[in-house]
């Protein structure tokens, strides 16, 4: 199922978790359904108080997290600050499946996820093999145009 800028049905939310041998539960559900709509990686914490209104506490947000990222439909990621971000991975994810670089605002701390040919790693020797295989998290930080 490729990523929509329209919301997910539920069935395809069902059917992507069921795939991955998860029960379709409702608080996975929402995890997902928020996911989709998120275009940048989001914590925990912005992701708990998004649902709150829905009645799922932080830690049932957390625990689906975990394991939708253990299924390898989310990925977690640091990008440099401790706290960890969550976004969709795979082919549901607006970067087909491939590790992506982030940037990071010094100032105000928001994240954005930043075209793949934006930065470009070229094996050479000498280098370690995570790099030759691309197997790498890049990270950029700076400031954001809104608070340049």
């Not at 069935?11 to 998860?22: F, M, P, Q, T």
């Not at 029960?23 to 989001?42: D, E, H, N, Q, W």
Request: with cysteine; hydrophobic share 35%.
């Amino acid at each position: 199922m490729a990523r929509s800028t329209e919301s997910q049905s539920i069935d395809d939310l069902r059917s992507l978790v069921r795939g991955k041998w998860l029960r379709a539960t409702a608080p996975r559900l929402a995890v997902l359904r928020s996911l989709f709509a998120c275009k940048t990686p989001i914590s925990h914490g912005d992701l708990a108080e998004q649902l709150a209104p829905e009645g799922w506490d932080r830690a049932t947000i957390y625990r689906n997290l975990i394991d939708l990222t253990e299924a390898g439909l989310v990925r977690r990621t640091d990008i440099g600050d401790h706290v960890w971000r969550f976004e969709l991975r795979g082919e549901e994810s607006q970067h087909d499946g491939a590790e992506h670089p982030h940037f990071m605002c010094n100032t105000c701390g928001e994240v954005t996820c930043l075209p793949d040919e934006i930065v470009e790693v070229k094996a050479t020797r000498g280098i370690p093999r995570s790099l030759r295989k691309k197997d790498v998290e890049i990270q950029i930080r700076g400031r954001c145009d809104r608070c340049a």
